[in-house]
């Protein structure tokens, strides 16, 4: 995929590990004990980012939380309209989800889309008490009513642009920019 032109930068690596452990401290906070707490981050960045949610929280509760991994593709509700053959991954939970409270995270909340599937692929897997949204950047633009319970950083952007976030795991580099669309 090329480079889209850069028009600045959202997060540069330490804003970024701010945010997360803002949003890690967050949810420890909001979690009243009731009900065991899980993190299931979604593919793929999402992913990355709740390991270091979790890591987070260990680091400052000392508590180990259970982590998961959600692949929604075959859940959305546009990947027919596109006439592609889905690029789908397995789905990494080896616990139950019923009774607890799940925590999705994700890199960026755009139309509700992507979290919507989440949610359907989360409720094929189980009936959690509580589910809750933690996203790193909110760009507004929503199509379906959902939102984020925690939020890193709400970005107005212009349909003609994206948020891109690069993640040492995958990118090599820590940073969000906003980036012009091809």
């Given at each position: 995929m090329p480079e889209r032109k850069i028009l600045y930068t959202v997060m540069d690596k330490m804003k970024l590990s701010k945010t997360i452990k803002r949003i890690a401290s967050e949810i420890v906070e909001n979690h009243q004990e009731q009900y065991p707490l899980v993190i299931v981050g979604l593919k793929t960045r999402g992913e990355y980012i709740a390991n270091r949610i979790c890591a987070e929280i260990l680091k400052?509760?000392?508590?180990?939380?259970?982590?998961?991994?959600?692949?929604?593709?075959?859940?959305?509700?546009?990947f027919r309209v596109n006439l592609k053959v889905p690029?789908?991954?397995?789905?990494?939970?080896?616990?139950?989800?019923?009774?607890?409270?799940?925590?999705?995270?994700?890199?960026?909340?755009?139309?509700?889309?992507?979290v919507n599937?989440?949610?359907?692929?989360?409720?094929?897997?189980?009936?959690?008490?509580?589910?809750?949204?933690?996203?790193?950047?909110?760009?507004g633009f929503r199509e379906l009513p959902v939102k984020a319970d925690y939020i890193g950083e709400v970005v107005k952007t212009l349909p003609t642009?994206?948020?891109?976030v690069k993640l040492e795991e995958i990118d090599k580099e820590d940073a969000v920019y906003l980036v012009e669309k091809n």
């Open positions: 400052a509760e000392n508590i180990r939380l259970e982590k998961g991994v959600l692949d929604s593709t075959l859940f959305r509700d546009d690029s789908f991954s397995v789905n990494d939970m080896p616990f139950s989800i019923d009774g607890k409270k799940v925590v999705l995270v994700d890199d960026v909340i755009f139309t509700g889309r992507s599937a989440a949610i359907n692929a989360l409720m094929d897997r189980g009936r959690p008490k509580i589910i809750q949204f933690a996203v790193l950047i909110d760009r642009q994206e948020i891109r």
